[in-house]
């Protein structure tokens, strides 16, 4: 089984998020980023299946500015044998839809023949959590999202657990197949410095987006990016009466 | 290998997790000098293989700090409804049916 995973070069989850003054977006010049932290689960669980011997390769892809090579490296670092980058300018990537990562991972699925894509659920930056489910519309292929445990389900086939709202739920899907793992599918490696310096050495191909006549024109409009409405402060009560009745009182509790 | 490059290996593979240590950097790397050049006199192979067996320990107890700290943010951030906060709500509201 050979494996694509994609992942995305986001602004650092422990970064503190500043807007820009004329609301356009965020600020990303001088702020560090790293790979969406949903993309490194799946990327690690595709190198865990690889070293189980029920996958043969892995090649990590990303789509993005100059930049994105970065992350593409790191997931060279925790194990992918591969890597490709389409390139597409920085001014360009700031606008990129679900729609067009699915559309250009569709085009280099076919053109190299993988039997899995692995996703992260989502990116920690725009929060769509469509990539996933888009592609494997686009390919008709048996997609396997929010996946919380991933098993070898006999006779060309995989079996998935997922998480839903309320519990878990359990499918075997044909491969080939679309994953999106969620944050309790494994713990990613860590890429240590001894790897890095391996990594280097590891192939990197490079494809401009108009090599794959992709239209990446966008679709939506960003009108404005607003920081979330400040907690207002709490309020102190004497004692716990007071406090069911004010609770009470706001609906939080049924009276 | 040589005692002497595993050290030097081990000195730089601490420096380089040391980047993004959430106290800063620049907190890790003194430290990581300090600690270093306590030890820059210990001659005898078998206490310099125990120091670097105890820096070894270090990597794996920061590396777990790390995968640690960003699960816990992710979980926070999309995550919200912990099923102890469930059940410790569903607790108060029927304690509070029975007052």
Redesign the interface.
Known sequence: MKILVGVKRVVD??VKIRIMPDRSGVFTEGVQHSMN??DEIALEEAVKLKEKKLATEVVAFSLGGPKSAEVLRTALAKGADKAIHVQVSDAEAGKLESFHVAKTLQKIVEQEKFDAVFLGK?A?DDDSSQTAPILAGLLDWPQALYASKVEDGGSGHMKVTREIDGGLDTVKVKVPFVLSAD?RLN??R?A???N?MKAKKKPLKNIPITELGIDISPQTQTIEVTEPPVRQAGGFVEDVSAL?AK?KEKGF??A | MSLRSRVV?LY??LY??GKEY?GGSKWFHDRLKIAFSKNKDVQDPNQIKQLIARGEFVVKEI?AL??L???R???Q???EKDDEIVSATQK??ES??K?
């Open positions: 989850y422990a932290p949903f989502q920690i944050l713990e990613p860590y240590t410095l001894p890095i069911v609770l509790v049924k | 290996d730089k593979n380089h997790m959430p590396e790390y995968s700290r960003k699960y943010a992710m979980k951030r999309y995550y108060f509201e509070v049916k007052m």
